[in-house]
Structures are given as structure tokens and as C-alpha cells.
């Protein structure tokens, strides 16, 4: 084993942030099959569930410089395909049977983790802070106070359409979009 | 809770307007709906392994797109790049066959054959670096301060140490074949090691004085240890640890294979599973069950021939059922292989052919029995029952 397999996750992280792919690496190794197997659970759709893994682990390579953990880095990671595997549900790739099954059980209030939650919030805030600046400046307004887009468009001084586009762009980044690249590779 | 009431939370999720407690039943719910384990299906998903491969693979081809410098092209199990390479030399050897006028073969039956694996491999370094074997021009690889790793012409990778330079951190290589590859690698203490298809090994650059070990992580390979009773040689197996006495062995330790089968040609090993250890004579053979390791190690004679008849360039089988057979050829020449009729594979052969055939003839040997008939579509392979 390398020594990479005795560094904590801290310490993972850290070298992560330098920019270490071996790191990288290591970090895949201990946590790709939590995630896939919640991504298999819900899908039950090998491509698709693959598909999930990658967008998260590219994010975080691509963001390593902004991730910050609060939990441990699986439910950091965990967040995150929970987080895509819901933009799934909406496409309508969740077995029909899965959900009703799960919808009809009654979640009950200690099931709410508090910690989760933060982490959960944590994580929807980076996803906002790495909007480009406008957009997220409008976005914001638009979440935060509850304006308009006419109202954001006058108080910036930019047309509502503006203000629409960035608000579709803020959603749209959002929601991490499927990455067609794997589609590809995997439709053989 | 219903379908749209979740769709609501989600789309509340999504724009941040969730409450606290919002946030908090999605997760609950979110947490029902995609429960992550440790666990594995190997029911409905190939290899735990496999899927790791793949998945990381995949992720290294879209991290290169966003990177272009940072990651050397990793063309190992991706399907694409092997139909490509395939396509190329069928396209090559079109364009030959017709420029030569030898008028020999049609654009059909060239489109249709497959041809047999070669020298491939993918050489992982400890700090990540990849190199593609079958692309890198023969001559110096590496060279670093204690050790130097050159290409051999034959496609053979030699690791020689260097002398007095002894460090206190050893670093790991890994040496990956793709399906329809073999490569051959001679460690820094002068050992070989094949490598058959689909096959991993992870070794450290130099050896330490006191242990020589290396891990085979799936596959199959064959090993002619210096013997050095110093420094015992051991290879750690996902079921087991084989440790040379002095030695020319084979380990066979493919995921879709029944067992873990350990074959002795000369010299003494031993062979240690979760519970067991035996001590294997020259001609037997040990077996792990690959479902159930900590089953007692079954011990028999071992047909020596057939056991390294890969290494050989041959399919050799001797009694071997079709599914074992056709697991082999799927490993060789990369291609999926389906049933349509279940009952043919316990159909038993008898007889051998040489890998440098393209798969065509290897079929064509088979459907002479008059039991099969087979369909090529592609790189798939149908099986019928005559």
C-alpha cells in the first residue's frame, strides 16, 4: 500500500487542495463504492449511477481549491450525490416502485440529522459562491429579499432579461448537469 | 408524502429557498431513496473491481478534457479507444489487402473478423504518471535516482536498480494489461513476471532486504522467482498470499473464474488463504474458492500444460467446458460473448490453437464439432446450439 492509505482525511485534503493527484486517488479509492452503491440504489442503472460518481468527483477536483468540510469528506461526498441523484428523480430516472415505497414510509423526526443539514447547507453555498459574480449577485436577491426580476433589473440598472438569464444560468449550474461525454463513452 | 410534493422540496432545494426543516426531511427522504453501502450486488454489476476501473477510467478521460497537460492519454479498458484501435488496423489492413490487388478478401469478411490481442499494457508510476506500453518507443522509460526502467524491443519492461542507492520510501508501480493484452516485466531483483489479459500487478520499484512482495490484484499471471532466502518472494492475492521458496509458478485469479487456482511447475511454494496454508510439490495445483475463501485449499494435480499454455500463445483446452472456454476468448479478444441457448455451456472440448489466429478461425475450430454455432454482431459474440 502506498502511504497515501495511511494519511488521514485531513491531511487528504490538504494535499488535495496543493493539487496532488495521488491524493486525488486515494480519495477515490476510499469512497467511490459508498457513493455508487447510494447511486445504484436509486437508479438502479449502472451507467447512470456511474455517471453520478464521476460529475462529483470532477467537481470536487475541479473545486478542490473551495471545498470545505464540515462533516467527514463521505458525507461531504454523500451531500453531493444526494444532491445530483434529486436532479435524476426529476428526469424521471428513479424506478417508480422505489419511490412509492419510500414516500408511503413516514420519515420521522429523528431522522432529521442536524449535522447533515449543515452539511447540506454548506454545500448548497458553495455551489452558489462559485456562480460568476453577476449572476450570483442576482440570484441572491432574488433568494435572499425576494425581488423581482423587474425589481433586480432596476435596482443593478440591467434588463429583465438579463436578470432572466442569470437566474436560468444559476439554476441551471445548480443542478450539475449530466456530463454527455460519459454517456458516450458508456454506450458502448 | 407525495411524488410532487417531493419534486416541490427539490426544486426548493435547488434554488435555496428551503427552510431548516425543509432541508432536513430532504435529506431524510434523500437518504431512503439512495442509501449508500458497502455492500455489493455482484448479482446485477460485473466485478467490484471492474467497476472501479471503469469508473476511474472514464473520470480520467473527462479531467484530461478540462486538463489537457495534466493526465497522459488512458486508453486501457475504454471501449472506444480499443474499437478504434481495432477499426485502424482493419482499416489498415484493408487499404493493404486492396493496394496489393490480392483481391484475397472482401470488405465483408474483413469487417467481420477480430483480431487477436497483442503486446498492451499501461504502466502506472508511484506519482500517478501513466505510460502507454504499446505506444512508448523502446529505450529508457524512467530514470530516476536508485533505478532505471527501460522498453525492450520484444516489449519486455526491465527495472534495474541501481547500486548503493538505497531509500528508506519505496515506491509502488502498477502494471495493467487491457483486455486483448499481454505484456512481460523483469523486477529490479532479476524476476519475471507474465502478465496474461485483464491482468494487474502492483510492485515496488526496488525491494526492500527483507521481503520481496508484490500484489497481484486480479488476473492471471506466471512468475519465475530468484530464489533469495534472505528476502522471500511473495506475491498477496485477493484471497491469499503465495510465497516463493525458489521458483516457476502460475496464479490464476480472475474475478469471473470459479476459484483461485495457484499451479506449480518447479521449484516450492506455499500457498496461504484466510485460514489455511499448504505447501504446494512441483505439478499440483491449489485451489481458493473464490466465493468461499476461507474454505480448506483443494489440492490436486494440475495439467502443466494447460496451465501456462497462455503464456505459450496457445488456447489449449483439455476437457474444458465451453463457458470456461469462451470466458478465455472473451479476455483475448475483447469481446462480449451471450447465450442464447443456456445448455451449450457445459458442452466439453478437446484441443488447442495458437492466439495469433484472429477469432474467426478459433470459432470456426469450435462450430466443427457440429454442437455450436455462433454469430459475430461487432466485438458480441452469439452462441447457439446447433
Given at each position: 500500500?502506498?502511504?497515501?492509505?495511511?494519511?488521514?482525511?485531513?491531511?487528504?485534503?490538504?494535499?488535495?487542495?496543493?493539487?496532488?493527484?495521488?491524493?486525488?486517488?486515494?480519495?477515490?479509492?476510499?469512497?467511490?463504492?459508498?457513493?455508487?452503491?447510494?447511486?445504484?440504489?436509486?437508479?438502479?442503472?449502472?451507467?447512470?449511477?456511474?455517471?453520478?460518481?464521476?460529475?462529483?468527483?470532477?467537481?470536487?477536483?475541479?473545486?478542490?481549491?473551495?471545498?470545505?468540510?464540515?462533516?467527514?469528506?463521505?458525507?461531504?461526498?454523500?451531500?453531493?450525490?444526494?444532491?445530483?441523484?434529486?436532479?435524476?428523480?426529476?428526469?424521471?430516472?428513479?424506478?417508480?416502485?422505489?419511490?412509492?415505497?419510500?414516500?408511503?414510509?413516514?420519515?420521522?423526526?429523528?431522522?432529521?440529522?442536524?449535522?447533515?443539514?449543515?452539511?447540506?447547507?454548506?454545500?448548497?453555498?458553495?455551489?452558489?459562491?462559485?456562480?460568476?459574480?453577476?449572476?450570483?449577485?442576482?440570484?441572491?436577491?432574488?433568494?435572499?429579499?425576494?425581488?423581482?426580476?423587474?425589481?433586480?433589473?432596476?435596482?443593478?440598472?440591467?434588463?429583465?432579461?438579463?436578470?432572466?438569464?442569470?437566474?436560468?444560468?444559476?439554476?441551471?449550474?445548480?443542478?450539475?448537469?449530466?456530463?454527455?461525454?460519459?454517456?458516450?463513452?458508456?454506450?458502448? | 408524502?407525495?411524488?410532487?410534493?417531493?419534486?416541490?422540496?427539490?426544486?426548493?432545494?435547488?434554488?435555496?429557498?428551503?427552510?431548516?426543516?425543509?432541508?432536513?426531511?430532504?435529506?431524510?427522504?434523500?437518504?431512503?431513496?439512495?442509501?449508500?453501502?458497502?455492500?455489493?450486488?455482484?448479482?446485477?454489476?460485473?466485478?467490484?473491481?471492474?467497476?472501479?476501473?471503469?469508473?476511474?477510467?472514464?473520470?480520467?478521460?473527462?479531467?484530461?478534457?478540462?486538463?489537457?497537460?495534466?493526465?497522459?492519454?488512458?486508453?486501457?479498458?475504454?471501449?472506444?479507444?480499443?474499437?478504434?484501435?481495432?477499426?485502424?488496423?482493419?482499416?489498415?489492413?484493408?487499404?493493404?489487402?486492396?493496394?496489393?490487388?490480392?483481391?484475397?478478401?472482401?470488405?465483408?469478411?474483413?469487417?467481420?473478423?477480430?483480431?487477436?490481442?497483442?503486446n498492451?499494457a499501461?504502466l502506472?508510476?508511484?506519482?500517478?504518471?501513466?505510460i502507454?506500453l504499446s505506444?512508448a518507443k523502446h529505450g529508457v522509460l524512467v530514470?530516476?535516482?536508485?533505478?532505471?526502467v527501460n522498453k525492450n524491443s520484444d516489449g519486455q519492461l526491465t527495472?534495474?536498480?541501481?547500486?548503493?542507492?538505497?531509500?528508506?520510501?519505496?515506491?509502488?508501480?502498477?502494471?495493467?494489461?487491457?483486455?486483448?493484452?499481454?505484456y512481460?516485466i523483469?523486477?529490479?531483483?532479476?524476476?519475471?513476471?507474465?502478465?496474461?489479459?485483464?491482468?494487474?500487478?502492483?510492485?515496488?520499484?526496488?525491494?526492500?532486504?527483507?521481503?520481496?512482495?508484490?500484489?497481484?490484484?486480479?488476473?492471471?499471471?506466471?512468475?519465475?522467482?530468484?530464489?533469495?532466502?534472505?528476502?522471500?518472494?511473495?506475491?498477496?492475492?485477493?484471497?491469499?498470499?503465495?510465497?516463493?521458496?525458489?521458483?516457476?509458478?502460475?496464479?490464476?485469479?480472475?474475478?469471473?473464474?470459479?476459484?483461485?487456482?495457484?499451479?506449480?511447475?518447479?521449484?516450492?511454494?506455499?500457498?496461504?488463504?484466510?485460514?489455511?496454508?499448504?505447501?504446494?510439490?512441483?505439478?499440483?495445483?491449489?485451489?481458493?474458492?473464490?466465493?468461499?475463501?476461507?474454505?480448506?485449499?483443494?489440492?490436486?494435480?494440475?495439467?502443466?500444460?494447460?496451465?501456462?499454455?497462455?503464456?505459450?500463445?496457445?488456447?489449449?483446452?483439455?476437457?474444458?467446458?465451453?463457458?470456461?472456454?469462451?470466458?478465455?476468448?472473451?479476455?483475448?479478444?475483447?469481446?462480449?460473448?451471450?447465450?442464447?441457448?443456456?445448455?451449450?455451456?457445459?458442452?466439453?472440448?478437446?484441443?488447442?490453437?495458437?492466439?495469433?489466429?484472429?477469432?474467426?478461425?478459433?470459432?470456426?475450430?469450435?462450430?466443427?464439432?457440429?454442437?455450436?454455432?455462433?454469430?459475430?454482431?461487432?466485438?458480441?459474440?452469439?452462441?447457439?446450439?446447433?
Amino acid at each position: 500500500m502506498s502511504v497515501y492509505s495511511k494519511y488521514t482525511e485531513q491531511e487528504l485534503l490538504s494535499l488535495l487542495k496543493a493539487g496532488d493527484e495521488i491524493a486525488f486517488t486515494e480519495i477515490y479509492n476510499r469512497h467511490w463504492k459508498f457513493l455508487f452503491t447510494a447511486a445504484y440504489n436509486a437508479l438502479r442503472h449502472k451507467a447512470d449511477s456511474m455517471d453520478v460518481c464521476q460529475t462529483i468527483f470532477l467537481w470536487i477536483w475541479e473545486n478542490r481549491l473551495q471545498i470545505n468540510v464540515k462533516t467527514s469528506l463521505q458525507g461531504y461526498l454523500y451531500t453531493a450525490a444526494k444532491y445530483k441523484i434529486a436532479n435524476l428523480l426529476r428526469q424521471g430516472k428513479i424506478r417508480e416502485t422505489l419511490l412509492d415505497d419510500v414516500l408511503t414510509t413516514d420519515i420521522v423526526a429523528e431522522e432529521i440529522k442536524d449535522l447533515e443539514i449543515k452539511e447540506l447547507k454548506n454545500f448548497i453555498k458553495q455551489l452558489i459562491e462559485e456562480l460568476p459574480e453577476k449572476c450570483r449577485e442576482v440570484f441572491l436577491l432574488s433568494r435572499d429579499e425576494h425581488l423581482s426580476h423587474r425589481q433586480i433589473s432596476e435596482r443593478l440598472g440591467i434588463s429583465e432579461k438579463t436578470v432572466d438569464d442569470h437566474i436560468t444560468r444559476a439554476l441551471k449550474k445548480l443542478r450539475i448537469p449530466l456530463s454527455r461525454m460519459a454517456t458516450i463513452f458508456l454506450s458502448f | 408524502m407525495d411524488k410532487v410534493s417531493l419534486q416541490d422540496l427539490i426544486e426548493k432545494i435547488d434554488k435555496g429557498t428551503a427552510t431548516e426543516h425543509e432541508l432536513g426531511l430532504y435529506n431524510a427522504y434523500m437518504n431512503r431513496i439512495a442509501p449508500g453501502s458497502t455492500d455489493w450486488d455482484q448479482f446485477n454489476l460485473d466485478d467490484q473491481e471492474q467497476v472501479r476501473l471503469e469508473l476511474w477510467d472514464q473520470l480520467q478521460v473527462v479531467m484530461q478534457k478540462t486538463q489537457p497537460r495534466r493526465f497522459v492519454l488512458w486508453t486501457r479498458i475504454s471501449g472506444v479507444a480499443a474499437l478504434v484501435l481495432i477499426c485502424l488496423s482493419i482499416t489498415g489492413y484493408f487499404l493493404f489487402s486492396t493496394i496489393n490487388q490480392s483481391g484475397k478478401h472482401s470488405l465483408a469478411q474483413v469487417n467481420q473478423d477480430i483480431l487477436p490481442g497483442g503486446n498492451k499494457a499501461i504502466l502506472t508510476l508511484s506519482n500517478g504518471h501513466r505510460i502507454v506500453l504499446s505506444d512508448a518507443k523502446h529505450g529508457v522509460l524512467v530514470s530516476k535516482n536508485n533505478i532505471r526502467v527501460n522498453k525492450n524491443s520484444d516489449g519486455q519492461l526491465t527495472y534495474e536498480a541501481k547500486n548503493g542507492d538505497h531509500v528508506s520510501n519505496i515506491a509502488y508501480d502498477t502494471l495493467t494489461t487491457p483486455t486483448g493484452g499481454i505484456y512481460n516485466i523483469v523486477l529490479a531483483d532479476g524476476s519475471k513476471i507474465w502478465l496474461n489479459s485483464a491482468t494487474s500487478i502492483r510492485f515496488p520499484e526496488i525491494f526492500g532486504s527483507k521481503e520481496r512482495k508484490i500484489e497481484l490484484i486480479s488476473g492471471e499471471a506466471y512468475f519465475e522467482v530468484i530464489h533469495n532466502p534472505f528476502a522471500p518472494f511473495r506475491v498477496a492475492t485477493p484471497h491469499g498470499i503465495v510465497e516463493d521458496l525458489g521458483t516457476h509458478f502460475n496464479i490464476n485469479t480472475y474475478g469471473d473464474e470459479s476459484a483461485e487456482k495457484t499451479t506449480l511447475l518447479e521449484g516450492s511454494i506455499s500457498v496461504k488463504s484466510k485460514n489455511q496454508k499448504v505447501v504446494l510439490q512441483p505439478g499440483q495445483q491449489a485451489l481458493i474458492d473464490n466465493k468461499r475463501d476461507a474454505d480448506p485449499i483443494a489440492v490436486s494435480a494440475a495439467d502443466l500444460d494447460e496451465a501456462i499454455a497462455w503464456k505459450n500463445g496457445l488456447f489449449l483446452f483439455n476437457n474444458e467446458d465451453l463457458e470456461s472456454i469462451m470466458r478465455k476468448i472473451s479476455r483475448w479478444y475483447n469481446v462480449k460473448v451471450v447465450y442464447q441457448d443456456q445448455a451449450v455451456k457445459r458442452e466439453i472440448f478437446l484441443g488447442s490453437v495458437s492466439k495469433l489466429k484472429n477469432a474467426s478461425e478459433v470459432i470456426n475450430m469450435l462450430e466443427k464439432t457440429g454442437k455450436i454455432h455462433f454469430e459475430v454482431n461487432g466485438s458480441l459474440i452469439i452462441v447457439k446450439a446447433k
